[in-house]
């Protein structure tokens, strides 16, 4: 019952930049986390980041820290991830993340975008 929209993703160089952004409407609660996973064939989907908008808190991946910063635009209840400096190993599918919960307490069911391709290369 919460749709994610997701917008961005394309091919880039090593070292330039790309932003995603996933906007979330339908049953939204007051309290969420929200943010982007990413997967690549052979592979789980792993944490890239997350936002806790109530918390004013964010967490980030150890491999994605100190080049990407997710931020918020609670008038539109959407997160936008900046990634800066990329690797040809951030190729993958990047999925927007939504589900309820306060901080990082985490309840109900998990909600997916459909994922778009980011690759980098030269």
């Known amino acids: 019952q919460v749709q994610l929209v997701e917008s961005g993703g394309g091919l880039v160089q090593p070292g330039g930049s790309l932003t995603l952004s996933c906007e979330a409407s339908?049953?939204?609660?007051?309290?969420?986390?929200m943010g982007w996973y990413r997967q690549t064939p052979g592979h789980e989907r792993e944490l890239v980041a997350l936002?806790?908008?109530?918390?004013?808190?964010?967490r980030v991946a150890d491999s994605v820290e100190g080049r990407f910063t997710i931020s918020r635009d609670s008038a539109k209840n959407a997160v936008v991830l900046q990634m800066d400096s990329l690797r040809v190993e951030d190729t993958a599918v990047y999925y927007c993340?939504?589900?309820?919960?306060?901080?990082?307490?985490?309840?109900?069911?998990?909600?997916w975008g459909a994922g778009t391709q980011v690759t980098v290369s030269s």
């Open positions: 993340y939504w589900r309820a919960g306060f901080a990082r307490l985490m309840y109900g069911p998990t909600y």
């Open positions: 339908g049953s939204i609660e007051t309290t969420y986390a």
């Open positions: 936002s806790y908008p109530s918390a004013g808190d964010t």
